[in-house]
């Protein structure tokens, strides 16, 4: 964010669970409600796992993996929806 606020951007930071379906949408809809459409979306919410992947057991990679990929698709949907009413394609 700060280097959008220095360059005369603005943004805004948002906190919610990516897992839960309606906290994406809430976030996006806070987002649409603010600045007005979606041109730009930075979906960059997520877990991590705190050991290496020497230590790391495949249940834990899956519900890492689970988890952040979840959160991206569901995001990603819900703000193309916003997009594609603008007549934003891509």
């Known amino acids: 964010m700060g280097d959008i606020e220095k360059n005369g951007g603005e943004g805004v ?3 919610g669970d990516v897992w839960k379906e309606e906290d994406m949408r809430g976030m ?3 987002g649409v409600d603010r600045f007005g459409s979606v041109d730009v979306m930075m979906n960059k919410g997520g877990i991590e796992n705190e050991v290496g ?3 790391m057991r495949v249940d834990n990679w899956k519900k890492v993996m ?3 990929l979840r959160g991206m698709f569901v995001g990603w949907c819900d703000g193309v929806k916003y997009m594609r009413d603008d007549g ?3």
């Open 13 to 15: 930071k948002m906190k």
């Open 28 to 30: 996006i809809d806070k």
């Open 53 to 55: 992947c020497r230590e």
């Open 66 to 68: 689970s988890r952040n």
């Open 88 to 90: 934003i394609e891509g």
